[in-house]
Nanobody, 121 residues
């Protein structure tokens, strides 16, 4: 599975961004897709995840109500819509694919290259 993340950028606090993760590979539909982020000096953390089949979603508590993960089956793309962004959301955001539903980054088998999100106050 190959993953290509895009959509990062700079935005003011309160603004929105939509990240995209384009997936390719014959068995991509059998994977659990997750978004993670890593801020400078901090560990990588789970943000949101979605079952490719069925669309069941999960969010980190701090993102509930602000972020929405979705998938576009026709384009093999997973999106992360981020609203009401805060300076503390500043990080490099990564998409990843796992054979099982999990929030643990070491259980993910494939990773995209990361996209920078910067939120200014």
């Amino acid at each position: 599975v190959q993953l290509q993340a895009s959509g990062g950028g700079m935005v003011q606090a309160g603004g929105s961004l939509r990240l995209s993760c384009a997936a390719s590979g014959r068995t991509v539909s059998s994977y659990y897709m997750g978004w993670f982020r890593q801020a400078p000096g901090k560990e990588r953390e789970f943000v949101a995840g979605i079952m490719w089949s069925g669309g069941v979603t999960r969010y980190a508590d701090s993102e509930k109500g602000r972020f929405t993960i979705s998938r576009d089956d026709a384009k093999n793309t997973v999106h992360l819509l981020m609203n009401s962004l805060k300076p503390e959301d500043t990080a490099v955001y990564y998409c990843a694919a796992s054979k099982i539903p999990t929030i643990t980054d070491r259980r993910y088998d494939y990773w995209g290259q990361g996209t920078q999100v910067t939120v200014s106050s």
